[in-house]
Structure formats: structure tokens, C-alpha cells
């Protein structure tokens, strides 16, 4: 049997096993609206999946006045917050996590949200039990598309990146993995779409964590299982 000791899956949280994507992206919306800055939500749509250290720039232009920078950050964060209450998992998180670490594979969140959001989305999912690790902002200097958080996930969880999976919703989160050579699974629950995720370089795209699961014994996470 294959020792698992340094083999498991990393995890994004937002959009791939809560459903918050969308919430992000009214938040960034209105928090834009404050500051009279009229910028359309499919495009911030396309941008979630980025830290509040680059969708700014992502969005207005890198040459942008950035006086009131922090404050629409702010501003999104209150916002998102007033919705930690009604969050809920998407299709299938838990059981999908479980049966993972079921395998004998580390199971690790590769988050980039603040502490305190990152224990409502852990209380959401409802799985710490199954948990190698979990990252939060703290643990980056740069958010995705950089590596960092996905760095700081493999030295906390002890994982080789030989050895691991990273399971993704947004480019941002594919590209980020790219940069250290892990495969990326693409989800589409985040919404964007399988053919996106695969052109970013995705090694295969499920419609959500349900139907990763069902699937997961012809899937890079069970070719884990032989390494």
C-alpha cells in the first residue's frame, strides 16, 4: 500500500466549498458604488478568487488613485459579513472532504480569507474533524493568482508538492498552482465555466464537490492513492 504520509488534497474554500461567490461579488459592487466607481459585476465576478491586495488594481487599473483603497475594502468586508449568518456549503463539501481523508490523504484548506471569516466558513462546512490544515490570510504576503497561499498550506500541512491535488473554482486559483506545479482540479459551482477552468490549464473540471465526489475514483485525487 502506497504511505500517504506526504500525499493529500488542498482545498480553496470561497466558491468552491461554500457558496460565496456570487456574495463577493455584490459586496465588491456596492463597496465600488461608495466610492463612485461604476464597474459592472460580470467583471467583478471574473475577478473573485483575487485577495483585496490585487482585485483593486484588477478592476480600476494599476495606475488608479488608491486614497480610498482601504476604505472600499472595508466597505466589502462589512458587507459580506452581514451574509456569514446565511452561508451555506455547496453540493456535497463535507462529504467530499471526508471521503478524501477517508483515502488516507491529507485533507487542507488553502484559504486566503481573514481569520474571522475563515471560522464562520470552517463552522459552515462542518468538517474540522477531517482537517490536516487551513490557511488564512495571515499566512500570504501576496494572494492568488501568487503561490503563496497554496505554499504556506503545503509547509503547514507537511504535504509534498509532489505528492497533492489542489482543488480550485476560479483561474486565479489554477494559475496559482501552476506556479509550483500542482494539478488543479476546476469546479464549476464558483461559475466559471469547465472551459475557462481547462484553458487556465485545469487537469479536469466536475460541476461541483457532489460531483467530484461521485466521481473521485477516476480522478487525479485517486491517482494519489498509488504514488
Known sequence: MAD???????????GTLVDTTYLHTVAWWEA??????????????????MGSDKILDHLLGEDHDTTHDDRMTAAHDTLYATWWERLRPLPGA???LRAVAGRGLKVVLASSAKDRELAVLRRVLGADDVLA???SSADADESKPAPDILQAALEQSGVDPDRCVFVGDSVWDVRAAAKL???CIGLACGGTSAAELIDAGAVATYRDPADLHVALDGSAIARLDRR
Do not use: C, N, Q, Y
Open 133 to 135: 490544515a487551513a490557511t
Open 32 to 49: 465600488l458604488r461608495l466610492e463612485d466607481r461604476d464597474v459592472p459585476m460580470a467583471e467583478i465576478h471574473r475577478a473573485i478568487g
Open 4 to 14: 500517504h504520509a506526504r500525499a493529500g488534497v488542498l482545498f480553496d474554500v470561497d
Open 94 to 96: 463535507a462529504d467530499l
Open 181 to 183: 506545479d500542482i494539478a
